[in-house]
């Protein structure tokens, strides 16, 4: 599919061929500014509010945001190894343990995930635009809002076109600017809270506990672990793994942490924390609000252009045959268009809350299947294994052990799911706790390795290289 610029002046074309060695380049740390700087926004705040709007007392959701994240971020950072070692994208990977034809679903799973996540990430950029066009004097008409949707999509566009060498560099850069102005903010208001008051709080019972511990993983280093391979792919094969790991989860799970327990402090003083344009900035000083505003829209921009570099690569695993820069494109407009709904139909909510309650159910066997066969071929991959290719003949186009431990997994996810839109019977039984995540990971886990311990996984050679 093309060869990679090292030019920051053309588009990278790249999709998932492999990355031969002459092009590889960057060290593991790089992984640490590419992680911080997608996960520092104004949405991370959001959701330490959720946590508390729950029902969790300040203390009870700070420690739900550390644990939650102490169990997501390892997934990020271990499914961020393959990369050096393969060459490719995560999805394609998966490619190993379900084969290239069985593949493709979990390539559509993926796409979906990350286009929800456009889409939230864009209608919130929106909102803010348009508050900052009344706070001027110009009214939200539909026609405003349709330019706003379109204008602010288009510069959303333009770092994944760029491709990964500029979004290695310009994340590096982004991640500093964050980082002050997020320390501003919690400057102004952490002084505002009642921290005596917080910690008499009643709280919520254990089940809810769990219930938060889930949304804080589905909202970060879980739903992250399918893009982990996708960056660190271009790093040299001798890239220490250990640093790779360390280095992307660190990224982010100090500023998922730390932004959590803001969002979470903004959230005990007042009621609106949730809504990070139209409620939350009430509690800071007016000079702040446009800044903020302007903060909210970059951070969320920046964010975008990491989920839209992954998401059409993701659909070419799932066999869609279009170019890289076709498939951002296309995200890109049915981005928009699922904006304009949500803009005109106020829904953001109901709509955020429903998708991160469900996304676990496939995304939690997943990575348990993916991670599992990763340590059974103690990370030797065979490029042939990689390629989904129809002339292929005399392998498997469908990996059983793969397919069967992913519905296994997602079954039992699903009893003991506990979201605003579905509740499990397990969950039920088990007084309202969320297990999805855990019982997902557990069953799928165990069941690829039954399956497929015994599978004669061959090693991969430097000298073959594959078209995918």
Same mark, same amino acid.
């Given at each position: 599919m093309g060869r990679t610029s090292s030019s920051a002046s053309r588009f990278e074309r790249r999709g998932i061929d492999l990355v031969p060695d002459t092009e590889r380049y960057g060290r593991p740390r790089d992984l640490m500014f590419l992680? !911080?700087?997608?996960? *520092?926004?104004?949405?991370?705040?959001?959701? %330490?509010? #959720?946590?508390v709007a729950l029902g969790l007392s300040l203390g009870q959701a700070v420690l739900a945001i550390v644990v939650g994240n102490l169990l997501a971020y390892p997934l990020l950072g271990l499914a961020s190894v393959q990369g050096p070692a393969t060459g490719t994208t995560t999805l394609t990977i998966s490619r190993a343990s379900y084969g290239p034809k069985g593949a493709r679903v979990l390539g559509v799973f993926a796409w979906l995930t990350l286009v929800g996540f456009e889409a939230g990430g864009l209608i919130l950029v929106v909102f803010a635009a348009l508050t900052l066009l009344e706070r001027a004097g110009v009214a939200a008409t539909p026609a405003v809002q349709i330019v706003a949707i379109v204008a602010l999509a288009g510069v959303q566009l333009l770092l994944p076109l760029f491709g990964h060498a500029v979004m290695m560099k310009a994340q590096k850069y982004f991640s500093a600017v964050f980082a002050v102005a997020f320390a501003v903010m919690a400057a102004l208001v952490v002084p505002q809270v009642d921290f005596g008051a917080a910690s008499t709080a009643e709280g919520a019972s254990l089940s809810m506990f769990t219930v938060a511990v889930a949304l804080v993983m589905a909202s970060g280093g879980l739903s992250w672990a399918p893009s982990g391979s996708n960056f660190s792919r271009y790093l040299p094969t001798t890239a220490s793994r250990p640093a790779v790991a360390?280095?992307? !989860?660190?990224?982010?799970?100090? $500023?998922?942490?730390?932004?959590?327990?803001l969002g979470a402090v903004t959230a005990s003083i007042t009621l609106d924390a949730s809504?990070?344009?139209? %409620?939350? $900035?009430?509690?800071?000083? !007016?000079? #702040?609000?446009?800044p903020y505003l302007v903060l909210a829209m970059v951070s969320l921009l920046v964010q975008n252009s990491t989920n839209l570099y992954s998401s059409g690569l993701n659909l070419q695993t799932a066999g869609v045959p279009v170019s890289r820069i076709g498939m951002v494109v296309a995200d890109t407009v049915l981005c928009a268009v699922i904006?304009?709904?949500?803009?005109? %139909?106020?829904? #953001?909510y109901d709509m955020l809350n429903a998708f991160l309650g469900l996304l =676990? =159910?496939? *995304?939690?066997?997943?990575?348990?299947?993916?991670l599992t066969d990763w340590r059974l071929r103690r990370g030797r991959y065979a490029p042939a294994e990689l390629a989904d290719r129809p002339g292929?003949? %005399?392998? !498997?186009? #469908?990996?059983?052990?793969?397919?069967?431990?992913q519905a296994l997994g997602m079954l039992v996810a699903a009893l003991w799911?506990?979201?605003?839109?579905?509740?499990?019977?397990l969950s039920t039984w088990t007084g309202g706790a969320d297990l999805s995540i855990p019982a997902g990971l557990l069953t799928a886990s165990l069941t690829y390795w039954a399956l497929a311990r015994r599978a004669a996984f061959r090693s991969s050679d430097p000298r073959e290289r594959a078209t995918l």
């Open positions: 992680w !911080a700087g997608t996960t *520092m926004t104004v949405f991370t705040v959001v959701y %330490g509010a #959720f946590v360390w280095y992307a !989860a660190l990224g982010g799970f100090v $500023p998922y942490v730390l932004l959590q327990i809504d990070p344009i139209s %409620g939350l $900035p009430g509690v800071l000083p !007016a000079w #702040f609000v446009v904006t304009y709904v949500a803009v005109v %139909g106020e829904s #953001f =676990v =159910v496939w *995304m939690a066997p997943w990575v348990a299947v993916y292929d003949r %005399g392998r !498997a186009r #469908f990996g059983t052990p793969g397919l069967v431990a799911l506990h979201s605003t839109t579905y509740v499990g019977p």
